[in-house]
Structures are given as structure tokens and as C-alpha cells.
């Protein structure tokens, strides 16, 4: 008898809603974003994401359930991300998941938004089982994570400071171009030198796997603004492509020194930044160099999206991992985090 999962998700500036057969496949994913209306401010507010998050959630899920051919009452369970995230947004998917699961007489399961990016990879890729290495790039971390099982993961090493998006994001706003930036930055690259301007990395050293950014953003700035007040010339798409294979370099650097460390021979990669077609390129090649299998999620399915929120809380729902209607909101959370119990 096939298992029907309805996830909610809500942790920055998308609504999206999911409804999932046994775990893998999607019947529906639904996703409301408030992109054009965050880019006027250069970036997400959070008090405008929340209010939208509020006027989107309910027909996000009643779409999501007619789009699958499925009502409620059909539904197993109901899975929402509770964290991390911003407070406020995170709240209205919360608060929408606790109210069907009590309305429904549904179990509720709350699900760490990271570890759903991470399950993102089981959706798109129907061969992929644990054991794996998964790099996992967003606006807001980085790490590098070993998913030795459904529910066991081992974090390697991650940012210290800025994560990788942020940093796209960042450079992108300085050299003038709109929320989000990480698309510009790619697309400029793909057209530049990539070794016309030296930019630093850090944290390089062999065994070393956090990363850091917040240097390397400087640096650009510097560039930046030191060749502005000099009135020497700016060529949009070296920059870009110089800055992006510094950050390259360093994602794709340790994760090759992780997958030796660890003798693991499958490679997923997780987060918004998945996306980008540079890293895409860089580890396929690299993976290819190491003799290692890599998965990717796809294009939707790397960005915020209640499909991967809905896979992961089918896995946990099989293990048991059931959430009390006290579930909170938790804008910070590390993978393995018990706080879903509610």
C-alpha cells in the first residue's frame, strides 16, 4: 500500500508545498516565490517574506494536493521544515503544517531544511543510496557531510564565516546586478579569464576541511573600489569568473581531499548553489579525475522546495521520528538536531 506525504515549506522567500508517494516519487511540487518582489530590495526582508509566506501557504498546499489527485484525508503524514531559516517564515510553514496535522488527525514530522537539500539527490537520482559524500552549497551554509545512512549524517567540515551563496550574492549586488546574484556571476564567468585577477583562498592547507569566504569577499571589494577611484577599467566578466574559480577552487579542493579521507566513492551535490553550471562542470571533471560517481539534483529541485522536505520526512517517518504539536521554529540548527521531537 503506497505511503502519501504532504510537505510544507517556508524558510526564506518560497512557498512550496508537496505531496510524495512512498518517499521518491513527486505528485506535486508547488512553489510560490517572491523573487521579483525581494529584488527591488537588493536581497530577502524578512518581515515581507513572512507576510507573504501568510497570504501564499494555504493555496500552495490546496494546489500541491489537487495537482496530485489526492485530498487530505489521503495523506499519511505531513512534514514541514522547522528549521534553520528565517524565524518569521519558518513560523507560518510551522504553524500551517501543526494546524492540518491536528485538523487531519495527521503525524506531524519536522524536518531540518539542510538535511532536505541533502535528500533533494533521491528524488532526482532513483539509483542513489547511502553511503555518500554530499557538498552542500547554499546562500547560508557549506559543508562538506558524509550521509552514512537515512538518518546518520557526519559533518566533515564547514564555513567558518560567509557561505558560498552569500558570497555570489554579495559581488554581484556591488557590481550592480539584481537579487539573486549567484546567476549573474555564472553566466559572467562562463565569458571571462578566470585566472585575469588573483584572489585569495582560505583555509587551503592539506586536511583542513571548513571553508571561508568572508576574505575572499573582501578582496573583491578591494578590487573593486581600489580600481574605481584609479579609474582603470573593469572587465565585468574577468572579475566574475576570477572570483568564481577562487570559490570553485576551494569547494571542489576539499571535497576531492574529503572523498580521499573518507574512501568514499559517491559524490552528491546539495543547496541553491548546486546549480551553478561552473560547479556543476568542475566536480563532474574532478569526479571523473577520481574515479568517483556524481549526482546533481536538478535545477528546481536545488533550490528551496517542499519535494525535498517531503523525502526527507518519509525517511524519518520510517525510523519513527514522529514531531509533537510543540514544534518550534529554530532559525539555527545543526544536521542530527533532536529538536524536531517538538
Not at 507573504?52 to 494555504?58: M, P
Not at 568517483?292 to 524519518?316: E, H, Q, S, V
Request: aromatic share 6%; hydrophobic share 40%; glycine share 10%.
Amino acid at each position: 500500500m503506497s505511503i502519501y506525504t504532504l510537505a510544507i515549506e517556508s524558510s526564506c522567500d518560497e512557498t512550496s508545498a508537496a505531496v510524495l508517494r512512498d518517499g521518491r516519487t513527486v505528485l506535486s511540487n508547488v512553489i510560490s516565490s517572491q523573487v521579483p518582489i525581494h529584488r527591488k530590495f537588493g536581497g530577502v526582508v524578512p518581515e515581507i517574506a513572512s507576510r507573504h509566506h501568510i497570504e501564499q501557504v494555504v493555496p500552495v498546499v490546496d494546489q500541491a494536493l489537487e495537482d496530485a489527485g489526492v485530498r487530505l484525508e489521503d495523506i499519511d503524514h505531513i512534514g514541514v521544515t522547522y528549521g534553520p531559516g528565517l524565524v518569521g517564515a519558518l513560523l507560518v510553514g510551522v504553524a500551517a503544517a501543526k494546524g492540518l496535522a491536528f485538523a487531519a488527525g495527521k503525524p506531524l514530522i519536522g524536518v531540518n531544511h539542510m538535511e532536505g537539500h541533502i535528500f533533494a539527490n533521491f528524488l532526482a537520482n532513483p539509483e542513489l543510496e547511502p553511503p555518500f559524500l554530499s557538498l552542500v552549497v547554499s546562500g547560508g551554509h557549506t559543508m562538506l557531510v558524509v550521509v552514512k545512512d537515512y538518518e546518520t549524517f557526519e559533518v566533515l567540515g564547514q564555513t567558518r564565516d560567509d557561505a558560498a551563496g552569500e558570497a555570489f550574492d554579495k559581488i554581484a549586488r556591488v557590481m550592480g546586478y539584481p537579487y539573486p546574484g549567484g546567476p549573474h556571476i555564472d553566466a559572467l564567468a562562463a565569458k571571462g579569464n578566470p585566472n585575469a585577477i588573483e584572489f585569495p583562498k582560505a583555509l587551503h592547507e592539506k586536511g583542513n576541511l571548513e571553508f571561508s569566504f568572508s576574505g575572499l569577499k573582501s578582496a573583491v571589494l578591494n578590487y573593486l573600489n581600489s580600481a574605481k577611484q584609479k579609474g582603470t577599467p573593469i572587465v565585468d566578466t574577468d572579475v566574475a569568473a576570477s572570483f568564481q574559480k577562487a570559490v570553485l577552487d576551494s569547494l571542489v579542493g576539499k571535497t576531492r581531499e574529503a572523498a580521499r579521507m573518507t574512501g568514499q566513492k559517491v559524490i552528491t551535490v546539495a543547496g541553491g548553489v548546486s546549480a551553478n553550471q561552473g560547479l556543476q562542470r568542475a566536480l563532474a571533471q574532478m569526479c571523473e579525475e577520481e574515479e568517483l560517481t556524481f549526482y546533481r539534483p536538478g535545477r528546481i529541485l536545488a533550490t528551496d522546495n517542499a519535494a525535498m522536505i517531503g523525502c526527507r520526512a518519509y525517511y524519518m517517518a520510517k525510523a519513527g521520528k514522529f514531531s509533537k504539536l510543540t514544534l518550534n521554529a529554530k532559525p539555527s540548527i545543526p544536521l542530527g538536531d533532536e529538536s524536531w521531537r517538538g
